[in-house]
Antibody, heavy 119, light 106 residues
Framework: EVQLVESGGDLVQPGGSLTLSCAVS????????MHWVRQAPGKGLVWVSR????????NYADPVKGRFTISRDTAKNTLYLQMNSLRAEDTAFYYC????????????WGQGALVTVSS | SYEMTQPPSVSVALGQTATITCEGN??????VHWYQQKPGQAPILVIS???TRPFGIPERFSGSNSWNTATLTINRAQAGDEADYYC?????????FGPGTKVTVL
């Protein structure tokens, strides 16, 4: 059974850092494109970042470029999102999602991890 | 960055057809996906690459994309189709989501 489980969500002060993890099971992480998508409470979906199946292609949305870093550990079958210089507007549920091939859409999502940036 | 517009809400009578649009400049030249999201749940892909239904999605869901409008059509709407629907476009090495449409089944 395919599962994606996010963890690491927390309350953090503005300017702080946090790392989210997405532990996957039921498939091999290195065979899929993986993405992070966020959703502020009561708001719409916003794409954050992606990493290609072979790890050579990484893209970021402009609002997080230079502050967030996507990475993965294929041995641990885990995807990460390191978030630095956090701002109040980064407050959201963060979902990891699987894309079987480039630009075909996400066939599996995690349940989301809540990141709250507040003093 | 690329932007799309969606109607904030669409109402449809039970058993009738709901049409949800996603408008953007020359969106017909881009690849569009559609997601359904119910409260408290992660989204579900209902249409991939303009018009492809993933496995397990009912035939009642269909998609099209031409010129400046991509469209998600829900035929024979059911109460379980009540949800938010988002279009998603790949453009210039980024994905962009539309603002979402809340579908209400009356």
């Amino acid at each position: 059974e395919v599962q994606l489980v996010e963890s690491g969500g927390d309350l953090v002060q503005p300017g702080g850092s946090l790392t989210l993890s997405c532990a996957v099971s039921g498939f091999i992480l290195g065979n899929y494109w993986m993405h992070w998508v966020r959703q502020a409470p009561g708001k719409g979906l916003v794409w954050v970042s992606r990493i290609s199946s072979d790890g050579t292609i990484i893209n970021y949305a402009d609002p997080v470029k230079g502050r967030f870093t996507i990475s993965r550990d294929t041995a641990k079958n885990t995807l990460y999102l390191q978030m630095n210089s956090l701002r109040a507007e980064d407050t959201a549920f963060y979902y990891c999602a699987r894309e079987p091939l480039a630009v075909v859409g996400y066939d599996y999502w995690g349940q989301g991890a809540l990141v709250t940036v507040s003093s | 960055s690329y932007e799309m517009t969606q109607p904030p809400s669409v109402s449809v009578a039970l058993g009738q057809t709901a049409t949800i649009t996603c408008e953007g400049n020359n969106i017909g030249n881009k690849i569009v996906h559609w997601y359904q999201q119910k409260p408290g749940q992660a989204p579900i892909l209902v249409i991939s690459r303009d018009a492809t239904r993933p496995f397990g999605i009912p035939e009642r869901f269909s998609g099209s994309n031409s010129w400046n409008t991509a469209t998600l059509t829900i035929n024979r709407a059911q109460a379980g189709d009540e949800a938010d629907y988002y279009c998603q476009v790949w453009d210039s090495n980024t994905y962009v989501f539309g603002p979402g449409t809340k579908v209400t089944v009356l």
